[in-house]
């Protein structure tokens, strides 16, 4: 039982059907990547009895270094030779640096340092760990390719958790890759407990963490106003006492299920002049008076003293929805005269000063704004997010300055 991989394995670790050529498993550290790696291996080789050819006889295995290859990928705790049974199991023969199965189909190892040990061999299958952090990727991704001729279909299987990288990003958009996706906490049978609450504590509600953990692509946009690296080092763990708070809000023009989100920002001062983003409590899909209740119900999780909204959209409407929920709702309405690039400009030149801190969870908001650039917005839809993020932080620390007095008109 232990070795029918097909009857306990997760759903993202088991090969997607169809006539692909790449299949790509993006997933946090610890989600069983390497396990599903190993098993695709097997599944290509082993026949129906010990000796009976497979689908593949020559398959590549690539590492970042070879070292990594024969310690993780072949000899590892979830590695090849672990997940073989014993009439299955392959031969290591180091002078080689190959693996032989009792039916004769082979592995061979390579590093991905050496792009250039690919030119020549042939395979009609191949397994590649962690491609997003080879430094050779496109290299040594050119040259798999050319070698993978062999048979009616030869395929890789690419298990690593994502990063930035140019070489994966061009991989995952060819309609030729089929993706799947995993999160560390899906394999957390498999897991210390005491690492899953670590890394939750330390890490849950980051891009960091989304990356690590949740397995999700984090792409970086050439000319953004923020990146990762400057909201990473802008994280605050715990709320600090503030002199004010508000909430903002970016209503959308419509309230159907298909409409753009309602953006919806909490932030507060403290005493020395810095702020703190404390929720996005943003909302999709719902009536006006969904998003008025969404809004109000933050000022009051968050002691807000003034609610700031967006009426370039509804105008009046805007301020009645809202006083529907809350006749005295304290109520800053705000038109905006510029685009959204022109209004985020001066709101991310605080963060670049070290102005503004975020508390976890903002990961969402956190995405729309490393998509905004100078020259519009990056992403699908709208940045409803990151509008309402601008409203909180223009009336909480660039309003009495008047840096930001062209771009509204408080009404």
């Given at each position: 039982m232990?070795?029918?991989f097909d009857?306990?394995a997760l759903?993202?670790?088991?090969?997607?059907?169809?006539?692909?050529?790449?299949w790509?498993?993006l997933g946090?550290?610890?989600a069983?990547k390497?396990?599903?790696g190993?098993?695709?291996?097997?599944?290509?080789?082993?026949?129906?009895?010990?000796?009976?050819?497979?689908?593949?006889?020559r398959?590549?295995l690539?590492g970042?270094?070879?070292?990594?290859?024969?310690?993780v990928?072949v000899?590892?705790?979830?590695?090849?030779?672990?997940?073989?049974?014993?009439?299955?199991?392959?031969?290591?023969q180091?002078?080689?640096?190959c693996?032989?199965?009792?039916n004769?189909?082979?592995?061979m190892?390579?590093?991905?340092?050496?792009?250039?040990?690919l030119?020549?061999p042939?395979?009609?299958?191949?397994?590649a760990?962690?491609?997003?952090?080879?430094?050779?990727?496109?290299?040594?991704?050119?040259?798999?390719?050319?070698?993978?001729?062999l048979?009616d279909?030869?395929?890789?299987?690419?298990?690593t958790t994502p990063?930035?990288?140019?070489?994966?990003?061009v991989?995952?958009?060819?309609?030729?890759t089929v993706?799947t996706?995993?999160a560390?906490?899906?394999?957390?049978?498999?897991?210390?407990?005491?690492?899953l609450?670590?890394?939750?504590?330390?890490?849950?509600?980051?891009?960091?963490?989304r990356?690590?953990?949740?397995?999700?692509?984090?792409?970086?946009?050439p000319?953004?106003?923020w990146?990762?690296a400057?909201l990473e080092?802008?994280?605050?763990e715990?709320?600090?006492?503030m002199?004010?708070?508000?909430?903002?809000?970016?209503?959308?023009?419509?309230g159907?299920?298909?409409?753009?989100?309602c953006?919806?920002?909490a932030a507060?001062l403290?005493?020395?002049g810095?702020?703190?983003v404390?929720?996005?409590?943003?909302v999709?899909g719902?009536?006006p008076t969904?998003?008025?209740?969404?809004?109000?119900?933050?000022?009051?999780?968050?002691?807000a003293?003034?609610?700031v909204a967006?009426?370039?959209?509804?105008?009046?409407m805007?301020e009645?929805?809202?006083r529907?929920?809350?006749?005295?709702?304290?109520?800053?309405?705000v038109?905006?005269?510029?685009?959204?690039s022109?209004?985020a400009?001066?709101?991310a030149?605080?963060?670049?000063?070290g102005r503004?801190?975020?508390l976890?969870?903002?990961d969402?908001?956190?995405?729309?704004?490393?998509?905004?650039?100078l020259s519009?917005?990056?992403?699908?839809?709208?940045?409803?997010?990151?509008d309402?993020?601008?409203?909180?932080l223009?009336?909480?620390?660039?309003?009495?300055?008047?840096?930001?007095?062209?771009?509204?008109?408080?009404l």
């Open positions: 232990p070795y029918l009857l306990w759903p993202y670790q088991l090969p997607p059907e169809g006539r692909w050529r790449s790509v498993i946090g550290r610890g069983g390497t396990r599903a190993a098993e695709w291996v097997r599944g290509q080789v082993e026949g129906a009895r010990p000796k009976d050819p497979g689908r593949c006889r398959i590549a690539l970042e270094t070879f070292d990594q290859v024969r310690e990928m000899f590892g705790d979830s590695g090849i030779m672990a997940c073989c049974p014993p009439d299955r199991r392959p031969v290591w180091a002078s080689r640096s693996l032989v199965w009792p004769g189909a082979e592995a190892a390579f590093s991905a340092q050496s792009p250039e040990a030119r020549g042939q395979f009609d299958g191949a397994w760990d962690e491609l997003a952090k080879w430094a050779k990727a496109q290299d040594v991704w050119d040259m798999l390719q050319f070698g993978l001729r048979g279909l030869p395929q890789v299987c690419v298990t990063r930035n990288q140019p070489t994966l990003k991989l995952l958009a060819r309609p030729s993706v996706h995993a560390t906490e899906a394999n957390r049978a498999n897991l210390a407990a005491s690492f609450e670590e890394m939750s504590a330390r890490y849950a509600g980051t891009r960091l963490g990356q690590e953990l949740d397995g999700v692509l984090m792409e970086d946009v000319g953004a106003l990146n990762p400057m080092a802008g994280r605050q715990e709320v600090p006492a002199v004010r708070v508000v909430v903002a809000v970016d209503p959308p023009a419509t159907s299920k298909t409409s753009d989100a953006g919806i920002v507060g403290t005493a020395d810095r702020a703190v404390l929720e996005d409590a943003s999709q719902v009536s969904g998003w008025a209740e969404a809004a109000i119900a933050a000022m009051t999780r968050w002691g003293e003034r609610m967006e009426v370039n959209q509804g105008g009046d805007v009645a929805v809202l529907s929920v809350d006749p005295d709702l304290p109520l800053r309405k038109h905006a005269s510029r685009g959204k022109a209004r400009e001066p709101v030149a605080l963060y670049e000063q503004v801190r975020h976890k969870g903002l969402l908001l956190e995405d729309e704004m490393c998509r905004m650039t519009g917005y990056a992403g699908q839809g709208s940045p409803d997010r990151v309402a993020l601008v409203w909180a223009t009336e909480l620390c660039l309003q009495k300055t008047g840096r930001a007095r062209p771009a509204l008109r408080c």
